[in-house]
Structures are given as C-alpha cells and as structure tokens.
C-alpha cells in the first residue's frame, strides 16, 4: 500500500520554460499534498502545502507566480516550474498525506530530478 | 513542532542491529515521533511512527522513553541496502507538515 508516483522521474529544459511534475497516489485518497525540494548535499526543504480544491499554501520565501501548484483531484496534483532559471535545479517531491494504521502519514514520490540549461 | 538532534553519521556492521537515537526534549503531548529514511537519489520512505508505546513493524522497532524526551530506531539486521540517511521528527498528529533536519547518515559495512 501506499504508492505514490512522479511523473517525469527527470528532466533537463531550457531557461525560460515551463515544466510540469505530476505527483500520483495510486491506492489511496490524498486531501492534502505536501511539496519539497532537496538542493544537492541538504534536506529536504518544504515548499508548499496544498488541500484539494483550493489554493496552495506556500512557505516564506517560496514565489507562489514561479511554483503553480494544482490539486484537482485527491489522487492527483501537480507542480509547474514557470519560467525556470538554473537556480531551479534541483529534486522536487512530492507528499501525499494518508492515513496509515495508527494515524495520518506522509508518503514520499520517488521524486523528479530537474535541470535547468 | 519540536526540534530533534541527531547523530551526523553512525557505522554498522552487516548483520548487526543498528541503533539510531534521536534526541527530542521539547516534545508536547500531542506530538507523535516519525522516522524516515532516505536512500541517495530518492524520495524518503517511511518507517515507522509513534506517541509514546512502543512500536514495531516489519522494517524497525520504535522505542520511546517513558518520558518521552528521545527515542531509538532499531533494524534489528542491518543490510547493505540500509544505508541512507535517517531523519527523527516529531510533530503533531494529524495534518500537520513534515519538517526535515540534518539527519543521520547511517552507512553499513561489510
């Protein structure tokens, strides 16, 4: 149980563009999904929370016009890098919170390896 | 949340049990102690999670002093494919954001 994918798993554009990661609960129901990034050699660092059905709530410091975060379904949000710069490389995650046998926890995606040119 | 502090990096022999400790002695009553685990070049796994029993699954036991102010993981026969690093945090039940610290890198040797 618990299986969450992204989708793509990496991928390397072009300064200016625009980039969209998927992040999928397959086998259960997700009302809040968490968004971290992971610089190389650092932790994870939270960039936002998003409920499904409204709007993404973002942590200090991250611009919510560059990060565009859509949580349309329970099973399904996405992340859109707009406008990506080489700063923005860097490992985007995705969290899905579930409820597991004692309680709600957070599952992890596998992850999307951006890379900025 | 409370905050955690852990070990920068520990050894361990394959076959052995590894422990990691977790110190966390600003804890509140209502905050539950997760453990997760993060192999390189992929997102973190969860472990294991608990109030203030005892726990165990099929990765790891959980063990939480009677007062609560830290904790030990054990995987009670550590594997090459064990090492990662391992992050102890504490926060409230339900809803509530995971926030990451530094971690233990544990590395098991053969």
């Known amino acids: 149980g618990a299986v969450v994918s992204q989708h793509p798993s990496w991928v390397i554009c072009k300064s200016g563009t625009s980039v969209k990661i998927e992040c999928r609960s397959l086998?259960?129901?997700?009302?809040?999904m968490f968004w971290y990034r992971q610089f190389p050699k650092q932790s994870l660092m939270l960039m936002a929370t998003?409920?499904?059905?409204?709007?993404?709530?973002?942590e200090q410091g991250v611009e919510k016009d560059k990060f565009l975060i859509n949580h349309a379904s329970l099973t399904l949000s996405t992340l859109t890098v707009t406008s990506a710069h080489p700063e923005d490389s860097s490992f985007y995650i995705c969290?899905?919170?579930?409820?597991?046998?004692?309680?709600?926890?957070?599952?992890f995606g596998p992850g999307t390896r951006l890379l900025v040119l | 949340d409370a905050k955690t502090t852990q070990p920068t990096s520990m050894d361990c022999a394959e076959g052995r049990a590894a422990n990691l400790p977790c110190n966390h002695s600003?804890?509140?009553?209502?905050?539950?102690v997760y453990w997760y685990r993060q192999i390189h070049s992929q997102g973190p796994q969860y472990i294991i999670h608990?109030?203030?029993n005892n726990e165990t699954n099929e990765m790891a036991s959980l063990i939480i002093t009677e007062d609560r102010k830290s904790s030990t993981l054990i995987l009670p026969h550590a594997t090459l494919r064990d090492t990662a690093v391992y992050y102890c945090?504490?926060?409230?039940?339900?809803?509530?954001?995971?926030?990451f610290g530094a971690g233990t890198i544990l590395r098991v040797k053969s």
């Open positions: 600003t804890i509140s009553g209502n905050e539950y």
């Open positions: 608990g109030l203030k």
């Open positions: 086998d259960f129901q997700a009302t809040t």
């Open positions: 969290s899905p919170l579930g409820l597991a046998g004692n309680g709600e926890t957070q599952y």
């Open positions: 945090i504490v926060r409230v039940g339900y809803g509530n954001k995971l926030v």
């Open positions: 998003s409920n499904e059905g409204s709007k993404a709530t973002y």
